[in-house]
């Protein structure tokens, strides 16, 4: 892979928007979506022989330098393995682009597959590239108007959108009268996929979808050809996007012009409906394990239990302590106050969308080792951690934190997994660092300031299917067939729980901050300090 590069003021201002973004200061979107006036925008314009139209196609992307929504917008050209003039074609464009006075906005870079490997390769290719705060497709041919971009960008700004497809079918643009047939198989294929995503799409199969950068360079597209756009849609359906359509206009071509899908690429269409609608990968592998984690999201009827128990324990006033991506917090929820948090930044987002209904939750960064992460000037008399205290190494210390999150008199409710000799396949790709006795979650909890107020024993029927995927088979992950099977059998689960002579596969400690004995954590050695032992 070969790349060339044209660049412009856009690379400067682009990279400080990556800078900012890597420093984990977050917003609330909708604020901050109200308050933007203009943007930056990535285009990836996959290029396979199109010798004769491809300068035409980019040339016409440069009315976007004309609009003042877009403060920068960089094109990454990626030549998919071309074998006519395509290439010659390019190197013309790249240097006319040198030879006239560069519109500061633009950056432009040119890359080549030395072999043809299909769009959705491309496209991978091209977003590896881009550093702008939107991204969009927009294929070398002269089907698509480059103008409809700029009325895609204005709802990025008005709106708390993830993604933006500008859809053919919809009134309000124009188009060529052309190809009947094709058109039924476009509006079945869509049926499929709005199907499939509990969506109302009215063109699933358009190229132009604009998507935030950071989203979609977290989503792990698979495709090589043009089956790449209904997993994008799945994708970023199953990801809880905010997704918007607006007409756009749409000059097709015939095949006598060049036009290159076809009925294969139709059963293909058809064929990636059913494959992504069955996927769990719509995060990219982690070390907080995210993809294991996504795929027990598919037994919502077992979230809903372990939720059932501990609803009443909570107070209303809660802090979430790694809440992923909200599924037991919607079960908690409505509260007086709600406070969902977790490091991942991609959970994060999600949760910001679920707060569109709820104007009790708040969504913020939090971090079970740093303290000073946790929101202040709140106070809470429930803590919710689950499944968090085994995946860090000073348990001890996570602890502590949560105790000076509490007021005094607080629950802190934590959630961990039962059973040394359970440890297996399963923990170390979740990033576990230990299991725990009912004695040993006892002595850390003590040690870390908090009264033992009760000790549940959750989940004795998992204890069989955890051993044997994470010790018999070595698995290091759920099969989908095990999840559905365990959504579907919960509610005998639940009834069985308290009778079957198993050792439960969590315990969950619903943990007392004294108000009258001790008003400090202990110190480093598990002892209170003397000296902060007074009554308060």
């Not at 476009?186 to 996929?193: E, I, S, V």
Request: aromatic letters at 8%.
């Amino acid at each position: 892979m070969r790349t060339t590069s044209t660049m412009g003021a856009a690379e400067s201002m682009s990279a400080s928007v990556s800078k900012a973004a890597g420093q984990g200061q977050r917003v609330d979107r909708q604020s901050a979506s109200n308050r933007r006036t203009s943007t930056t925008l990535g285009v990836i314009v996959p290029v396979y022989n199109e010798q004769y139209l491809v300068e035409t196609s980019l040339d016409r992307l440069k009315v976007l330098g004309e609009s003042p929504l877009l403060d920068a917008v960089q094109v990454v050209v990626v030549d998919d393995g071309s074998s006519d003039g395509t290439a010659q074609a390019l190197e013309s464009f790249r240097k006319s682009l040198e030879s006239e006075k560069a519109d500061a906005k633009f950056s432009w870079r040119f890359v080549r597959h030395e072999k043809n490997s299909g769009k959705g390769a491309a496209i991978r290719t091209g977003l590896a590239q881009i550093e702008t705060q939107l991204v969009v497709i927009h294929d070398a041919d002269l089907e698509y108007h480059p103008s409809d971009l700029l009325q895609m960008v204005q709802v990025f700004l008005f709106e708390d959108a993830d993604a933006v497809f500008g859809s053919r079918f919809m009134s309000g643009g124009y188009k060529r009268a052309l190809f009947f047939r094709h058109a039924l198989g476009n509006k079945l294929l869509t049926f499929l996929c709005d199907l499939v995503c509990d969506l109302n799409l009215t063109d699933m199969e358009t190229c132009y979808k604009m998507v935030r950068t950071e989203l979609l360079k977290s989503i792990p597209l698979e495709s090589a050809t043009f089956d790449v756009e209904p997993e994008l849609a799945i994708k970023l359906a199953k990801r809880g996007s905010r997704i918007f359509e607006v007409p756009i206009s749409y000059s097709g071509r015939t095949y006598l012009e060049g036009k290159k899908i076809n009925w294969k690429d139709g059963l293909r269409a058809f064929w990636a409906i059913a494959h992504y609608a069955m996927s769990d990968r719509i995060y990219k592998v982690d070390e907080s394990g995210g993809e294991i984690l996504e795929r027990l999201n598919r037994a919502p009827r077992f979230t809903g239990w372990m939720a059932d128990v501990i609803r009443p324990y909570l107070g209303n006033r809660v802090l979430e302590v790694g809440a992923g991506r909200g599924n037991m917090s919607v079960h908690l929820m409505p509260r007086t106050e709600y406070w969902a948090t977790d490091v991942n930044p991609h959970y994060l987002e999600y949760l910001e969308t679920l707060r569109v209904t709820r104007p009790y939750m708040h969504v913020a960064y939090s971090n079970a080792m740093e303290g000073g992460s946790f929101p202040t000037g709140q106070a809470f008399d429930t803590v919710v951690c689950l499944n968090v205290v085994e995946h860090v190494e000073d348990d001890i210390g996570a602890l502590r934190n949560i105790w000076s999150a509490l007021e005094y008199g607080g629950r802190a409710i934590i959630l961990v997994p039962q059973g040394p000799s359970l440890y297996g396949t399963l923990d170390e790709v979740l990033g576990h660092f230990r299991r725990y006795t009912e004695a040993q979650l006892t002595q850390v909890a003590e040690q870390a300031g908090f009264q033992v107020e009760e000790m549940l024993k959750f989940n004795r029927t998992g204890v069989v299917a955890w051993w044997l995927n994470g010790h018999m088979l070595r698995r290091r992950t759920f099969a989908l067939g095990q999840i559905k099977m365990l959504n579907v059998l919960t509610p005998l689960f639940r009834r069985l729980d308290g009778v079957l002579p198993l050792p439960p596969l969590s315990l969950i400690a619903i943990l007392r901050k004294n108000s009258a004995e001790v008003l400090s954590p202990p110190n480093s050695a598990g002892k209170p300090n003397s000296a902060l032992n007074a009554k308060p």
